[in-house]
């Protein structure tokens, strides 16, 4: 009797013992929920995987991947050769240098605020969240050409990352580098231009900058004496970058003529009233960003508005929007674009200069962990 | 009396435990009734089409295409035998794609057994209207948005006319707080509200240039601040709605 009970004791501390140890083991991670984040209510609502929080330990770790060029197959590219934070994560090419000494079809973009705005990525909308964006860029044979599960074996070798993906995720997977790499770019916010301190009341722009904003924020009417740069009609108030509901945040601006027009969205969604539409830029620290369009055709500032003022060029998608804007009122149909003043086109890009956020282009949590640690 | 066996008396204790949790946490639900509005847009009797010149311009030359059509319903208000419902932040984007002609609102916590008219408004009250604080589909940062100074475009109608070779753009944006048009439906007979049902609207997108007057779009080519044209069209945008009985 004695004897049963002392083995049943022993047995029943074996059993508790061994789930406990078992459980501990596969516990997923507890990583710290990133303290203190705020974003400004004028950008307006935005949502994160619920599968993949922000979290200190997955920004850490994404940024270590953004910049680390064992990303690439011949470790010698990161994600930061194309996408550079003084360049607001441009690259300053008209278009991407591939690998194969050619460039690639499109210019980089710039990386800020991803978290609102259209939620489809690349200039013709073809990624539909930023884990899956994530993962396209290393596999592309022209630009980083990895292949992900060399990849993986390849950061199992290291100890730091077997450490920094336990703490942030559990293994390291290809599923894992994506959240960590989208962790990494949701994070980037810039709020502190002088726009956004105009709009929380601490900055006053200067004349010039009042009257570019003005501009830039009204659609013309001849009717009503209103004049306008018909900017906000494409680009949000705020944000400044595309609308986010459906397709919105697509549109034809005018680049192309019927014939060279590029295929643009349609390449994804297949719809022919799509053609030549491409994803509607962020304006947010456009002064550093140059060239500018889909290919980098524009090299400067001076260059875009002369575009949208009279360069631009009809297709039959090209947006309506654009080719009823004028402010010159004059017989429909004589005559496509804006017909601003020096003086207002000027205006407008001092307000575009504005939106120059100087804390985020130099923002220490953004840069390059590697040359800390040297 | 024999002795009651330890173990049933556990089981007894449990079950009681059970009885009493459930008994504590256990509410009756409220009714809670869903409606779904279904709004499909139409031209002359049929579904609208996008991105073809298929329609005539009512009082002139040419024919319109239609690229983009949408518009904001607000105040959404039910009112039956007991009593009246009104869903909260009730503010709703409908919008017409070339993918789809319908588009749906659900009301999903109607707390009324049946109803006998429905109300609601085009465009936006003052206090919304005024504001950037994102609502329902308020969203400042949307197409919707003209800027914060002057408020949201309530109905959105973007398209191109074509006479003869030359092709002509169209645009309407009408917004102000005083073109909101406020709506009300009676039905014949009061609805049941069981469960989950449904109540159709037509929106005749011709209306829009063909009811209480009627346009030449070659002339008025474009509406958005000049007050007197938004009223035109607000007045003709009230008479494109009617409720399907079936």
Redesign the interface.
């Known amino acids: 009797m004695a004897d049963q009970r002392w083995i049943a004791a022993v047995a029943a501390a074996v059993t508790i013992g061994g789930g406990a140890f078992f459980t501990v083991r596969a516990l997923p991670p507890d990583p710290t929920p990133v303290a203190g984040f705020s974003a400004p209510f004028v950008f307006g609502r935005f949502s994160v995987p619920q599968d993949n929080p922000l979290t200190e330990e997955a920004f850490a770790l994404g940024r270590r991947l953004f910049y680390d060029p064992v990303l690439s197959g011949s470790n010698d590219r990161s994600c930061a050769t194309c996408h550079i934070q003084r360049l607001a994560f441009t690259d300053g090419l008209p278009k991407a240098a591939g690998l194969d000494a050619e460039d690639l079809d499109f210019s980089s973009m710039s990386l800020v605020n991803l978290l609102w705005g259209q939620e489809r990525f690349f200039w013709d909308g073809r990624a539909l969240g930023l884990e899956q964006q994530a993962l396209l860029p290393i596999q592309n044979p022209r630009e980083m050409a990895q292949d992900l599960e060399g990849l993986v074996s390849e950061l199992n070798g290291s100890r730091q990352y077997r450490r920094m993906f336990r703490q942030a995720y559990g293994d390291v997977s290809s599923e894992n580098i994506a959240r960590a790499l989208a962790t990494f770019m949701r994070m980037l916010i810039s709020a502190d231009s002088k726009y956004d301190r105009f709009l929380r009341g601490e900055a006053k722009l200067s004349e010039q900058e009042e009257l570019g904003r003005k501009l830039f924020m009204a659609h013309p009417d001849t009717k009503a004496s209103l004049r306008g740069g018909n900017c906000i009609d494409c680009h949000s108030q705020f944000l400044t970058s595309g609308f986010r509901d459906g397709l919105d945040g697509f549109s034809n601006n005018g680049l192309d003529r019927d014939a060279d027009l590029p295929a643009g969205l349609m390449a994804v969604t297949g719809n022919p009233a799509h053609k030549g539409f491409f994803k509607v830029p962020t304006l947010r620290n456009i002064a550093v960003t140059a060239p500018y369009m889909h290919d980098g055709r524009l090299r400067t500032l001076e260059d875009v508005m002369d575009h949208y003022n009279d360069g631009v060029v009809v297709s039959d998608t090209l947006s309506p929007l654009i080719l009823e804007a004028d402010n010159a009122a004059s017989p429909p149909g004589s005559f496509v674009g804006l017909r601003l003043t020096d003086n207002e086109k000027a205006a407008i890009i001092a307000f575009l200069r504005t939106l120059t956020d100087e804390t985020f282009l130099s923002d220490d949590r953004f840069s390059n962990p590697f040359e800390g640690e040297k | 009396m024999p002795a009651v066996k330890p173990q049933f008396t556990n089981i007894l204790l449990v079950v009681l435990l059970a009885l009493t949790a459930w008994h504590a946490f256990w509410k009756p639900d409220p009714p809670n009734n869903q409606l779904r509005l279904v709004f499909t847009a139409e031209a002359n009797g049929k579904d609208l089409v ?2 073809q010149f298929l329609y005539e311009n009512p009082s002139g030359p040419g024919q319109f295409r239609v ?2 059509f949408r518009f904001y319903i607000s105040n959404i208000q039910l009112s039956g035998e007991d009593g009246t419902y009104f869903e909260p932040d009730s503010y709703h ?1 409908v ?1 017409f ?2 993918q789809s002609n319908k588009s749906s609102i659900e009301l999903n916590n109607v707390l009324l057994k049946s109803y006998s008219s429905l109300s609601f408004s085009v465009g936006i009250d003052e206090p919304a209207n005024s504001s ?1 604080e ?1 609502r329902g589909d308020l ?5 919707m ?5 002057v408020g949201y475009k309530f109905v959105v109608f ?3 006319l074509k006479m003869g070779e ?6 309407y ?1 009408v917004g102000f707080s005083e073109n909101r048009r406020d709506l009300l439906f009676t039905r014949p007979i009061e609805e049941d509200l069981i469960g989950t049902s449904e109540v159709s609207f037509k929106v005749d997108v011709m209306k829009l240039f063909d009811s209480a007057s009627v346009l030449n779009l ?1 002339q008025l ?2 509406v ?4 007197q ?1 938004a009223r035109v069209l607000a007045e003709n945008y009230s008479r494109m709605f009617s409720i399907e009985e079936n």
């Open positions: 996008f991105d690229q983009n984007l919008r794609g070339s950037i994102p969203d400042p940062n949307s197409q948005a003209w800027n914060w100074e973007e398209g191109s030359s092709i002509q753009p169209l645009v944006h070659a080519q474009s958005k601040f000049d007050r044209d």
